[in-house]
């Protein structure tokens, strides 16, 4: 089963900030917090990882609470590229595979 | 770094016939590789952990005996699907985690995808 919980779908004006909340309840303490892109017939693409606090990169924020019982991806001013779904995933660092949820599907409108 | 790759990329072939994909880590060694499989509009389900040098561990309901795996080195696992019938037609996905010379060792990394299809 998925550790994670999302929304279904999303949808978003081009040039809009863009916030996808996942709920991990039961995240255990060597887990890490993972978000991978995947467009139609392509493998899923690592966007971000995070432990704890705020992580940022070129293309995301991950802003992850005290409690880690949840996490948000932010994707700054979208572009109608962006429209994929993004999936949120925990696992630790060891061999354990991780297990896709639904993930959310973005629409991005222009 | 951390590129895996996949080959073929799109493959058809008749019912009953055995299909390989491989799957490589260019420019790091994997010693644990999965596969995956995805149906249009559903999320990936996964198959098997491959790991390298010894028998993968199949997922309940996946069979070992139709869907073979061989992970003979640390950068190629390959995934053939014997008597391949209408119902194997998917999109096969591998993935492998980030080893010593490069990519997060704590990060999964995947490749391009296999689209099979069995006429």
């Known amino acids: 089963l998925a550790k994670t919980t999302q929304p279904i779908s999303m949808d978003s004006y081009e040039g809009q900030e863009v916030n996808i909340t996942c709920s991990h309840n039961n995240i255990a303490t060597n887990d890490y917090i993972t978000w991978y892109q995947q467009f139609p017939s392509q493998g899923p693409r690592f966007i971000i990882q995070g432990y704890k606090t705020k992580v940022t990169n070129e293309v995301a924020s991950l802003f992850i609470p005290a409690d880690r019982k949840s996490s948000t991806l932010s994707l700054p001013r979208v572009s109608l590229s962006d429209t994929a779904v993004y999936y949120c995933?925990?696992?630790?660092?060891?061999?354990?595979?991780?297990?896709f949820g639904k993930g959310t599907r973005l629409s991005v409108i222009a | 770094g951390a590129v895996v790759s996949q080959h073929p990329s799109r493959v058809i072939c008749k019912s009953g016939t055995s299909v390989k994909i491989e799957c490589r880590s260019l420019?790091?060694?994997?010693?644990?590789m999965f596969w995956y499989r995805q149906f249009p509009k559903q999320s990936l389900m996964l198959m098997a952990t491959?790991?390298?040098?010894?028998?993968?561990?199949?997922e309940q309901g996946v069979e070992k005996d139709k869907f073979l795996i061989n992970h003979a080195s640390l950068t190629l696992s390959t995934l053939t699907v014997t008597s391949a019938h209408p119902e194997d037609s998917s999109f096969y996905i591998c993935?492998?985690?980030?080893?010593?010379?490069?990519?997060?060792?704590?990060?999964?990394?995947f490749g391009p995808g296999t689209r099979l299809t069995v006429l």
């Open positions: 491959s790991n390298e040098g010894s028998k993968a561990t199949y």
């Open positions: 993935s492998a985690r980030g080893g010593i010379a490069g990519g997060r060792r704590d990060t999964q990394y």
């Open positions: 995933l925990v696992g630790d660092s060891g061999n354990t595979p991780l297990v």
């Open positions: 420019d790091f060694q994997a010693t644990t």
